[in-house]
């Protein structure tokens, strides 16, 4: 009777001395893995083969191929990827990106509104309506509301920051004022 066997090559673990030769695994029966310390160390050197083609990479969608190290820059990173790169080439990460189904669903999901509403909201100003820059404009919305009710401007990154800090009350925003008028009045 077999305590362990390996699912790759068969070699059995027939008494606990035997366990040694397998992998350690707190969670399965025995603290031992199906899997013996052999095959482990041949599958962490095996490199899976693409079915077909001489690429590194391919882009799903345009079908475009990198065949070089070099090539693979015209791919959209990843991390966990094989060469660090996914299955998509640049151009086509931005096509997808700038669809109108995107802009609808991402700013549908943020604020409620159709990426139209969007932009008509935005359009009423090109300055930020509190400091006055027009860099990094912001589309400044209730968080209790959804739709273009909720918005109430267009803000620059750092004023709709502050007012998101100092809790997007009033009230928070006047204690704040009072605490600087005290230190103004000590001067």
């Given at each position: ?13 027939n008494?606990?001395e ?14 031992k ?20 083609g001489?690429y590194l990479?391919?882009c799903?969608?345009c079908?475009?191929?990198a065949k ?12 966990d ?10 151009e ?21 509104v159709?990426?139209?509403e ?11 309506e ?19 009710e ?13 007012v998101?800090i ?12 009072n605490?600087?008028r005290r230190?103004?009045e000590?001067?």
């Amino acid at each position: 009777m077999s305590i362990r066997v390996c699912k790759y090559c068969n070699s059995e673990a027939n008494t606990y001395e035997d366990l040694v030769f397998f992998v350690t695994d707190s969670g399965s029966k025995y603290g031992k893995k199906n899997l013996c310390t052999t095959c482990q160390k041949e599958r962490r050197t095996y490199v899976k083969k693409r079915a077909s083609g001489d690429y590194l990479r391919k882009c799903l969608y345009c079908g475009v191929e990198a065949k070089t190290q070099e090539d693979l820059c015209e791919f959209v990173n990843h991390k966990d990827a094989t060469h660090g790169k996914r299955n998509m080439c640049i151009e086509c990460k931005k096509d997808k990106d700038s669809s109108p189904e995107r802009r609808d669903s991402t700013f549908m999901r943020l604020y409620g509104v159709t990426a139209a509403e969007y932009d008509e909201c935005m359009s009423t100003s090109h300055y930020c309506e509190h400091c006055g820059t027009d860099k990094k404009l912001c589309y400044d919305h209730d968080h209790d509301y959804r739709g273009v009710e909720a918005f109430r401007g267009v803000l620059c990154q750092a004023c709709n920051g502050a007012v998101g800090i100092l809790g997007d009350t009033l009230e928070s925003i006047n204690r704040m004022s009072n605490y600087l008028r005290r230190y103004e009045e000590k001067k």
